[in-house]
């Protein structure tokens, strides 16, 4: 189908932000655009609440209103979240050793990784070092006793390597040590079910009609397959793909039907930008507010910047985590302002948070680009938004 045949763009944008409109529709004409949403809060008042395109490859269903998607690490945001209310609440110390919350967490030389490692990247295990299939990894027992046994692959603490699939399990099994609940079933019962955010982790087969169809650009390259041998050399690799995963492993209902809190979580733009806009401490969209204005600072304190030893490849730049979030810093991922942050998904979608601009912002979509971050659909979006503040 050609992107000349895109559905119209509908909702509601102010005419203060006629830019972000323009962006929005420009990407389905010029950059590949096949359905997307993208939703923007202002000092608590949504101005920008827009949707287009196709929720299917062959542009048979219009993306609706509340039209769900997968948006993968845009999903480690909310996760964050579960620990940061934690913290708010006193029931977590994010400066506490792991192993105080899950005792088997001090095997192999992890004793002294504290909780805020795990919320940066900083904890050394990007990824299992011995093969992990599909299956074991919908097991959160499996999976989360692995990463208890395993060694890290660098001095926990010193730097940063994007644990791509590795965050949801670790942060969420300190959230389920301390809460007795799954990060999913946490933040249904503390922050979406009462706000009515329309974001899950994974995906009740009750909703499956509503689910976009993930599109991928192309096939992992082969080097990424090398997660399938005996041997993970790198944690690159063990990050990345142990076990690789993509569009056609999140459409099954075998994906939805877990929690993989790292990378499936599905939601609208709306909500997106109200799980963002709590943790930068501006409300959820409509003025309630979740986390304190203290804990909602310590989000985005930087953990220092560093070439990410995961995805330092692909990026010509250091980067710097907050506590579950990147900082927009001089690359200006997250617009001008470098304490800004947010986190991107896999291909494309988007949250972002800054709250002296008090602003929040929700982008997801179903074509994937093949990058990890900074896709150019958001480069866009996020751009046109800040030229209209």
């Known amino acids: 189908m050609s992107t000349h045949d895109a559905a119209p763009v509908h909702g509601h944008c102010d005419a203060r932000f006629a830019a972000v409109r323009a962006a929005f529709e420009e990407n389905f004409r010029e950059r590949r655009e096949l359905g997307a949403a993208v939703a923007v809060t202002v000092d608590g008042v949504r101005v920008v609440d827009l949707w287009g395109g196709w929720a299917d490859e062959a542009g048979r269903r219009p993306w609706g209103r509340d039209t769900l998607v997968n948006v993968w690490s845009t999903s480690k945001g909310p996760v964050a979240l579960c620990a940061h209310l934690l913290s708010d609440r006193g029931l ?50 499996v999976t989360t006793r692995r990463l208890a046994a395993t060694a890290p692959w660098w001095e926990p603490g010193t730097r940063s390597g994007y644990h791509a699939l590795t965050y949801g399990f670790l942060v969420g099994e300190v959230v389920r040590r301390v809460s007795g609940l799954l990060p999913g079933a946490f933040l249904r019962q503390e922050v979406t079910g009462p706000l009515g955010i329309d974001f899950s982790i994974g995906l009740p087969a009750t909703e499956a009609g509503r ?40 459409n099954t209902e075998a994906w939805r039907a877990v929690e993989i809190p790292a990378a499936n979580g599905h939601g609208t733009a709306r909500a997106v930008a109200a799980l963002y806009g709590i943790l930068g401490g501006l409300g959820s969209g409509d003025g309630r507010r979740v986390l304190s204005p203290e804990a909602a600072e310590r989000v985005r304190e930087g953990q220092g910047s560093c070439r990410d030893l995961v995805l330092g490849a692909g990026f010509p730049h250091d980067t710097e985590l907050g506590l579950g979030v990147w900082l927009s810093g001089p690359n200006g991922s997250y617009g001008p302002n470098p304490r800004a942050f947010g986190h991107d998904g896999f291909g494309g979608s988007c949250g972002l948070a800054d709250p002296e601009a008090g602003v929040s912002l929700g982008y997801v979509m179903n074509r994937m680009g093949p990058r990890v971050a900074d896709e150019p659909r958001k480069r866009a979006l996020v751009d046109a938004l800040y030229s209209a503040l």
């Open 92 to 141: 977590l110390d994010l400066d506490a050793p792991v192993a105080e919350y899950w005792p088997e967490f001090a095997a192999a030389g992890k004793e002294k990784v504290l909780v805020r490692h795990l919320l940066s990247h900083r904890a050394g295990l990007a990824g299992l070092r011995e093969p992990h299939s599909l299956e074991q990894l919908y097991d959160w027992e």
């Open 211 to 250: 689910a976009a169809e993930l599109v991928h650009p192309r096939a992992a390259p082969p080097e990424d397959r090398a997660a399938s041998s005996a041997r993970l050399p790198t944690a690159r690799l063990a990050s990345l793909a142990n076990p690789l995963v993509g569009a056609a492993e999140a």
